[in-house]
């Protein structure tokens, strides 16, 4: 698991496929952190808030997206 940032730019340059699966693996490491931290293993817990961050960005790019279609339409 990385503890390594997500960055802005880069999360948009990705198409909608790859923010879904992006999404999909941030949500297991944030959920196998929490086992790791359940059972004491977890050394560094800033990595809670890199992934929830992570997957608040995936979010707001998807629904960025999703808006700016539906305005088009």
Do not use: C, H
């Amino acid at each position: 698991m990385s503890d390594k940032k997500m960055k802005p730019v880069d999360v948009r340059a990705m198409t909608d496929d790859q923010l879904q699966d992006a999404l999909l693996k941030a949500k297991k490491e944030k959920y196998n952190l929490r086992f790791q931290q359940a059972t004491g293993q977890l050394e560094n817990t800033s990595q809670f808030r890199v992934k929830r961050r992570d997957i608040a960005l995936i979010r707001t790019v998807l629904n960025e997206r999703k808006a700016q279609i539906e305005q088009g339409s």
